[in-house]
């Protein structure tokens, strides 16, 4: 039998979406919602649970930003559960949550190995940044008005259950700074309503309104898991950046006198066509996209756990690469080693030998059957891209 855990890991597509996961990524993915009733109300509750949420409110430093409140019965100011030095009124939260409240637990993946986990298995399915807020409704309760997200989320429903109504998407794939404005965007009439108990899953493109409440006698808990994307204007801003950089006509001046009233444009509108037309034959997608690959590869989190223990151990035993992104480019006088917290640099160790430790397959210092072995194994371990195993 599969475990669970190492699904939710190696698979985190199949674990979300179980069958509903073959063809997403070609077909819903962007475009439409998608609810999945598993029927396993305990599918999702090795994330987190109610009892989880209730200790990490007690004994985590939150200070502002990292617990919200919401209720769309009422108005709730900072000021509410927020105290003078930042720090968050603990008392002040469970009172307002007893009153109808929805507790937001934001970015809890920075301070929770089994969700940060997760959201870096996500990343290597969608090559994106990957966050967690989690919402804690009363019953009966609903948190906030109909609106859009501009990033897409996956609803994990840990606990109760939620109902929810969807409207017309306003705005297809918004920006990330393209909020939903309540005067600019009517809201309508839902178009479609279903219902998440535990274990169930829904995925809501970005730009769908939508607004959900608290269904049933008992809190509902869910895990919103937002993908925040890297777009293809992202990729044609880079890709003509580099020509900018290589093309010295692209980085002349602006006619002079442009900004003044009687300017006439015929000729720098000849110019700017002309300068367009030239993009096509220059603009190269190899290079950008190396930018933009490279750059999110070293903004992704570390996976240290188990990298001090590691460390104590003597040398010796075997390891296994963690699933982990990473590249591998070769440099004058070494090779350089592209991976989620920063870069190493290597002027002695063959490519063969660091693409054997980092295959997945285990190892041990005999297999690598190098000199600098121990160091590469030190180097790989304390950084967590491998780890010893039993």
């Not at 580099?242 to 444009?265: I, K, M, Q, S, T």
């Not at 750059?295 to 040398?315: T, Y």
């Not at 699933?323 to 920063?342: F, H, K, M, T, V």
């Not at 600098?372 to 371990?381: C, D, K, N, V, Y």
Request: proline share 6%; net charge negative; aromatic share 8%.
């Amino acid at each position: 039998m599969t475990d669970p855990t190492e699904n939710r890991l190696n698979e985190p597509l199949n674990w979300l979406l179980g069958e509903a996961a073959d063809g997403f990524l070609t077909g819903a993915y962007e475009r439409d919602p998608v609810i999945v009733h598993h029927g396993a109300p305990d599918r999702f509750r090795a994330l987190l649970s109610i009892a989880a949420v209730d200790r990490k409110i007690a004994e985590l430093d939150l200070r502002e930003g990292m617990l919200s409140i919401a209720d769309s019965s009422r108005s709730v100011e900072l000021s509410d559960f927020v105290s003078d030095n930042g720090a968050i009124d603990r008392v002040a939260v469970a009172r307002l949550y007893r009153r109808g409240a929805t507790v937001i637990l934001n970015q809890l993946h920075q301070s929770d190995i089994a969700l940060a986990a997760f959201c870096r298995a996500v990343e290597q399915v969608f090559s994106c940044h990957v966050q967690t807020n989690i919402y804690l409704t009363p019953p009966g309760s609903q948190g906030f008005h109909t609106h859009y997200d501009n990033h897409d989320v996956f609803v994990l429903q840990i606990e109760g259950e939620k109902t929810w109504r969807l409207y017309d998407r306003p705005v297809a794939s918004p920006y990330r700074g393209e909020r939903f404005e309540a005067d600019r965007h009517p809201v309508g009439e839902p178009v479609h309503g279903f219902v998440l108990k535990a274990g169930d899953c829904a995925y809501l493109p970005r730009g769908l309104m939508h607004d959900a409440s608290a269904s049933g006698d008992a809190a509902s808990l869910h895990i919103t898991c937002g993908l925040l994307v890297r777009t293809w204007a992202d990729l044609m801003l880079e890709a003509i950046s580099e020509v900018c950089v290589n093309d010295p006509a692209f980085r002349r001046g602006l006619p002079p006198g442009f900004a003044n009233r009687d300017f006439d444009r015929t000729i720098t509108r000849d110019r700017f066509r002309a300068l367009v037309a030239d993009l096509p034959a220059q603009a190269r997608l190899d290079g950008a996209l190396d930018l933009l690959t490279e750059q999110f590869i070293r903004s992704r989190e570390p996976d240290v756990l188990g990298a001090v223990e590691g460390a104590s151990r003597p040398p010796g035993g075997c390891y296994r690469a963690r699933p982990s992104l990473w590249r591998l480019l070769d440099e004058d006088g070494g090779l350089r080693l592209i991976a989620p917290g920063g870069d190493l640099t290597f002027s002695r160790a063959p490519r063969a030998v660091i693409e054997r430790a980092l295959s997945g397959d285990p190892f041990t210092r005999e297999d690598l059957g190098e000199d600098q072995a121990e160091e590469l194994i030190r180097r790989l371990t304390v950084t967590g891209l491998i780890e010893p195993i039993d």
